[in-house]
């Protein structure tokens, strides 16, 4: 049943023979002969399927009546919906510390029936991490009492994506009641494009975004090979995140309209990572035509 299990899964993930086979550095031969029944991989190449095809081991040797587990998917939606939860938070701190950098010294503080009965020091912004920070808690809280279970019921998901709904709704509705107020339009809009890309570029970590997913570096090489997957992506990453910290902290520091030119580097950013992505896929591809050159 492997021979069956692993032309099935590797259909699905829309690899050839030959790209599976160079994926583990093995023949396409290899492959053909595990998929007839011929042969079977050691533990150590098995465990390599099961991560290049995303599926268990133990789905790969089952006996085809083995249900797939419904609630794998409900698991990948509540594991999404923290890292969401997360990096959305991180974007709010980012978003205060710039709001609090652009407003006046002096500030509304309360508002009565849509009217300010009271004024206070801009520093008070800050009170409203409060909330945020309970809403995160109580998301972790039941993200971690849940993920371990063998079933995720419908009503966790929704309760979760109502909690960060919420999160979402009340950052907005605060911002929206200050962004009258901001002294340096450009000098925010600055700040708060290089914290969303900041927070979109931890995003598109390897541990944080898997292969294939909608998200990420997503080219001809990366879709085909996992290490060029992980490897492009966690350099996206790092480039990326230095490049949106530095952009921000001078944003922040700096009131000047040619801070924004700072996003340009993004696209010379952008070519490096296509040409190393392109090159690294070269030679991973080149390795194992070499060792069967070699062994023959």
Same mark, same amino acid.
């Given at each position: 049943?492997?021979?069956?299990?692993?032309?099935?899964?590797?259909?699905?993930?829309?690899?050839?023979?030959?790209?599976? =086979?160079?994926?583990?550095?093995?023949?396409?031969?290899?492959?053909?002969?595990?998929?007839?029944? &011929?042969?079977?991989?050691?533990?150590?190449?098995?465990?390599?399927?099961?991560?290049?095809?995303?599926?268990?081991?133990?789905?790969?040797?089952?006996?085809?009546?083995?249900?797939?587990?419904?609630?794998?998917?409900?698991?990948?939606?509540?594991?999404?919906?923290?890292?969401?939860?997360?990096?959305?938070?991180?974007?709010?701190?980012? @978003?205060?510390?710039?709001?609090?950098?652009?407003?006046?010294?002096? &500030?509304?503080?309360?508002?009565?029936?849509?009217?300010?009965?009271?004024?206070?020091?801009?520093?008070?912004?800050?009170?409203?991490?409060?909330?945020?920070?309970?809403?995160?808690?109580?998301?972790?809280?039941?993200?971690?009492?849940?993920?371990?279970?063998?079933?995720?019921?419908?009503?966790?998901?929704? =309760?979760?994506?109502?909690?960060?709904?919420?999160?979402?709704?009340?950052?907005?509705?605060? @911002?929206?009641?200050?962004?009258?107020?901001?002294?340096?339009?450009?000098?925010? @809009?600055?700040?708060?494009?290089?914290?969303?890309?900041?927070?979109?570029?931890?995003?598109?970590?390897?541990?944080?975004?898997?292969?294939?997913?909608?998200?990420?570096?997503?080219?001809?090489?990366?879709?085909?090979?996992?290490?060029?997957?992980?490897?492009?992506?966690?350099?996206?990453?790092?480039?990326?995140?230095?490049?949106?910290?530095?952009?921000?902290?001078?944003?922040?520091?700096?009131?000047?309209?040619?801070?924004?030119?700072?996003?340009?580097?993004?696209?010379?950013?952008?070519?490096?990572?296509?040409?190393?992505?392109?090159?690294?896929?070269?030679?991973?591809?080149?390795?194992?035509?070499? =060792?069967?050159?070699?062994?023959?």
């Amino acid at each position: 049943m492997f021979g069956a299990n692993l032309k099935k899964y590797r259909l699905q993930k829309g690899y050839s023979q030959s790209e599976l =086979a160079d994926n583990l550095y093995v023949t396409r031969q290899c492959v053909s002969k595990w998929e007839k029944g &011929i042969t079977q991989p050691d533990l150590d190449t098995l465990s390599r399927i099961s991560e290049l095809l995303d599926v268990s081991v133990d789905l790969l040797l089952s006996d085809g009546q083995t249900a797939v587990i419904a609630d794998k998917p409900k698991a990948d939606v509540g594991r999404a919906l923290f890292i969401i939860h997360i990096l959305w938070t991180a974007f709010c701190l980012l @978003a205060f510390l710039a709001l609090w950098r652009f407003l006046p010294q002096t &500030i509304p503080a309360h508002f009565t029936n849509g009217k300010i009965d009271r004024y206070g020091n801009k520093a008070e912004i800050f009170l409203h991490l409060i909330t945020i920070a309970v809403l995160l808690t109580l998301d972790a809280v039941i993200f971690f009492a849940t993920r371990k279970t063998d079933s995720i019921s419908l009503a966790v998901i929704v =309760a979760r994506s109502v909690i960060i709904v919420l999160q979402l709704a009340g950052s907005i509705f605060f @911002a929206a009641l200050y962004i009258e107020y901001i002294e340096n339009a450009v000098s925010f @809009a600055t700040c708060i494009s290089a914290g969303i890309m900041l927070t979109l570029s931890i995003a598109m970590h390897p541990k944080i975004c898997r292969q294939n997913q909608w998200f990420g570096v997503r080219t001809r090489e990366t879709l085909s090979d996992k290490t060029v997957w992980s490897k492009t992506n966690k350099l996206a990453c790092y480039l990326f995140v230095g490049t949106s910290l530095i952009v921000f902290i001078l944003g922040v520091l700096i009131e000047s309209v040619w801070i924004c030119l700072g996003f340009i580097s993004y696209v010379f950013l952008a070519i490096v990572i296509i040409i190393y992505c392109k090159r690294l896929y070269v030679r991973e591809t080149e390795l194992p035509n070499k =060792a069967d050159e070699t062994v023959s």
